[in-house]
């Protein structure tokens, strides 16, 4: 009986903790991320895709007004490992009537890489109508 609740247990604690993966970012802010591992796109792309901590995250960087920064919204998986390993980004802009400064600095937005593809291949990125190739780290 100790065994079967103890199973049970472990079963519970792994269901809460693939719960904890969101698709949303975990962190939005001004500027570059810090220590990428690969990049590509670059700021006179306008967005940069960047693997961070080892693989477990995703950072989208766009270049912009600082007033009115487009920012990832949400991750998605078009198709997990072995199956193409794409994801897309949504993003948000700010609204039209929004007054927006004449500069151009980045803002990145930080995703948990998504459980359904792996770092082991190239993961496609598709932002913007545009679709990035981050090699495999």
């Given at each position: 009986?100790?065994?079967a609740?103890a199973?049970?247990g472990?079963g519970?604690a792994v269901?809460?903790?693939?719960g904890?993966?969101?698709?949303?970012?975990?962190?939005?802010?001004?500027?570059?991320?810090?220590?990428?591992?690969?990049?590509v796109?670059g700021?006179e792309d306008?967005?940069m895709?960047?693997?961070?901590?080892q693989g477990?995250?995703i950072?989208l960087?766009?270049?912009?007004?600082?007033?009115?920064?487009v920012?990832?919204?949400d991750?998605s998986v078009v198709?997990?490992?072995?199956?193409?390993?794409t994801?897309?980004?949504t993003?948000?802009?700010?609204?039209?009537?929004?007054?927006?400064t004449?500069d151009?600095?980045?803002h990145?937005?930080?995703?948990?890489?998504p459980?359904?593809v792996i770092?082991?291949?190239?993961l496609?990125v598709?932002v913007?109508?545009?679709?990035?190739?981050?090699?495999?780290?």
């Amino acid at each position: 009986m100790r065994i079967a609740t103890a199973v049970a247990g472990a079963g519970v604690a792994v269901l809460a903790l693939a719960g904890c993966m969101t698709s949303y970012p975990t962190e939005s802010f001004p500027g570059d991320p810090e220590e990428t591992l690969q990049s590509v796109g670059g700021e006179e792309d306008g967005v940069m895709i960047s693997w961070l901590h080892q693989g477990g995250q995703i950072a989208l960087t766009t270049w912009g007004s600082s007033t009115c920064p487009v920012v990832g919204s949400d991750i998605s998986v078009v198709s997990p490992a072995g199956e193409g390993n794409t994801v897309a980004i949504t993003t948000e802009n700010p609204a039209e009537n929004q007054i927006c400064t004449m500069d151009y600095v980045p803002h990145t937005s930080v995703f948990w890489t998504p459980q359904e593809v792996i770092t082991g291949e190239p993961l496609t990125v598709q932002v913007l109508g545009e679709e990035f190739v981050l090699p495999i780290k």
